[in-house]
Structure formats: C-alpha cells, structure tokens
C-alpha cells in the first residue's frame, strides 16, 4: 500500500475552442476517453472570454492550480466538485496518464515523475467499464498475466483468491463474456480485473454512473465492503455527495482546478472554510443569504437585521458585503414577536413545501423580501403555500463569510 501526496500540482491547456486535456497521455483508447470534456467546456468558455478582452494570443486554462493533496495509506479519498473542476485530470496525473504537469506527485516518498502507468501498480476503474468484449470473465482477469507472460499457475491462484474476495456470486460471472453482463456485473468484474494484479493504489473515475438507482446503491455497498476488507489506498472520483460520503473516509471538495478543503465529511460540513464548502456539501445545502454590515455591528439580510457575533462585528466595516449561512434543519418556529438578540428572525411567503417521508420532515423553500431560503420542519405540521412563517434561527447555527472572497469569517 501506499500514501499519495501531490504537492504544488498544476496543469493548464491552451486556450481555444479546441482546448482539451487529451494532449500529454501515456496511453490510449479507453484511458484517452476519460478526457474530462466538462474541463474542455470550461477551457473553452474562457478563451471566449479572453477572446473578447484581447486580440490575438493564446490564453493557459489552468485544469489544476497548485493543487496540495494527501490521501493516507489504506484510506479512500473521495474528490467531488461540479462539472470541470479538474478531478478526472487529478485523477489521470496521479495515475500517470498525464505526464505534461508542475509539481510532485509522490507514493510513499518515491517522486513518480519518470515512473511510467504500467510500474505504478495500479488498478483502475472507469465509468464505461472498459472490458474485452470478446474475452469471457475470467479472459478480462487473465488477461494482465498473459501481456507479461506470468506462469499459467500464478494466474490461476491469484483468480481463485480474487474471486474469494469479491464474494457471493463473482465465480458464476468468469464464464460469461461482458456483454451478457448487467450493469452492476459488469462493474464487479472491472473491479476485479484491477484487483487481480495486486494494486497498491485503486483509482474509481466515477464508476457508478452508468448505473440505475438500485444497482448503484448494491455496487457502492460491494465496494465499500472491499474496500475495507483489503485495507487498499484508493481515491474515488465522484460528482455524487451521497457515494462519497459512504465511500469516502475522508473527501476532498475541489472547485476550478483548486482543491477548496479536504478532510472528514463531519468536518466539512461543520466547519467549512469558505462559502462555496458550506453550499456545495449537505443532502439539503446551507442556505446563503447575502447581508450588508451596517452601524453598531450588525447585518441586514432577507429584511431582517441581526448581531454579528463578537470577533466578527468589529471586523467588518459598514457597508461591507456579509453572507449569513444556516442549514434548513437549524430553523425552529417563532411567533412574529420574537427576536433573540444574537438569532436570526426571518419571516416569509412560503413558495413550496417538499416532503421527505423517510426522515419524518417537510422542507419549505420561503421567499422573504425577495430572497429565497429553506428550513426544515417536522412532517405533521400544516403549511399550505401562500401562508407566512416565521423562523428563528439560533445563532450558535449561524455562518458568516466575506461577502468578497466567500471566505469563513471566524
């Protein structure tokens, strides 16, 4: 096994319509599809941009910025942000389908720089499965071990003790070719054509896309389950917050090529360091609602004014951009009359009302001075849309970020 540390990664492209992260692999066919063609929207949306600023030139799209990761030895790390941040990129640096980058990516204390994908021991797991449609299930598993001509023995053990590992069901999959394969099948089976080398390092680009609800939710189980029994460093790229945090011992939240914080989802959540954290992660997002400061320490937001917290009022100047945060379970309910001194106090037109049987709560999307935010509230409570509520919100539940840099006000 092994720790993987990148430290001061950085990556761009060329700017242009045509801008792709494709150039630079070490590899073809399957590796070369996994270009992340979100990026090359993203590249290609700030050459027109730069394009209408200046004549001429080229512009350099940064995938990666100075990216400073470290995923401990037998942990998984999940890499999650929307669509173009750059964890597929990651993804391909770390594994060394992209060679054409600054910086240092390390496995334990060994610089992998000149160190070619074939000699890293790595298994890897895409989204489309990538499996030799004209080899049975146990023709993918061989197939590794005939390309360097390993004995015939060796390969039959290490299938047996694969096998074993993947459990109930997988030796009934090595006598039938992928395409009689469901989704979830299909997956195993790629899983365990990477498990049978011995990797030291398990690389998921979003591996569960592809599959419906039910098989999604069977296969993540699957995975987690070898995951923890092999005891194997993975890092598991995912647009989808609930497979990260089921995944994930600890995730990594990255946004245009920058990797925003890192660390236990609890913590994340808890303690975000900025505005794009605190929204971007919860089954319900935090709302955040923008405020201004205004004279003797306080901010007006949503057409209610409260107390900035002592530490925070005497940093921020009258006038100054203040984005107030709270998650929709922090919200209790509050006569017209009451006002906590150190609370927020929000009233509203309820706009639409959701239930989530399962959890025994309504969510309620309220629109206060033409602002709009949620709060969650017990299932059994009767609000119709068009009614007026009032919400307080305890001020231990609050979060203040610069209303500039979206950054934690703490």
Known sequence: MAEIRLVNVSKSYSGGSGATPSSGYRGLGAARSQADRAFA????????????????????????????????????????????????????????????????????????????????????????????????????????????????????ERIRLTSEVMGIGFDQLLARKPGTLSGGQQQRLAIARALVRKPQLFLFDEPLSNLDAKLRAQT???????????????????????????????????????????????????????A????????????????????GGGVAVAGSEMLLPPGIRERVAP????????????????????????????????????????RRTQYLRVLSAGVVWSVALPIDANWRSGETIHISFPAASLYFFDGRTGSRLV
Do not use: W
């Open 319 to 358: 006038g100054a951009n203040v984005i107030v945060g709270f998650r929709p379970e922090a919200g209790e309910m509050a006569s017209d009359d009451t006002l906590s001194a150190d609370g927020l106090l929000l009233a509203g037109e309820i706009e639409a009302i959701e239930p989530d049987f399962t």
């Open 41 to 156: 929207e993203r590249s290609a949306a700030h050459a027109r941009q730069d394009a209408d600023l200046r004549s001429g030139g080229s512009s350099e799209i940064p995938a990666l910025d100075n990216v400073n990761l470290t995923v401990p030895d037998a942990t998984t790390m999940a890499v999650m942000g929307p669509s173009g941040c750059g964890k597929s990129t990651l993804l391909r640096i770390v594994c060394g389908l992209e060679m054409s980058y600054t910086g240092e990516v390390y496995y334990d204390d060994r610089d992998m720089r000149d160190v070619p994908p074939k000699d890293r021991y790595i298994g890897m797991v895409f989204q489309n499965y990538a499996l030799y449609p004209h080899f049975e299930g146990e023709g993918n598993l061989r197939f590794s071990f005939r390309v360097r001509k390993a004995p015939d023995a060796e390969a039959d």
């Open 220 to 274: 993540r189980v699957e995975i987690k389950r070898l995951l923890r029994r092999i005891g194997i460093t993975a890092i598991y790229v995912t647009h989808d917050q609930e497979e990260a945090v089921a995944l994930g011992d600890q995730i990594a939240v990255m946004r245009e090529g920058r990797v925003e914080q890192a660390g236990p989802y609890q913590m994340l959540r808890e303690d975000p360091l900025n």
């Open 276 to 295: 794009f954290v605190a929204g971007f992660l919860g089954t319900r997002p935090m709302n955040l609602l923008d405020g201004v400061a205004v004279e």
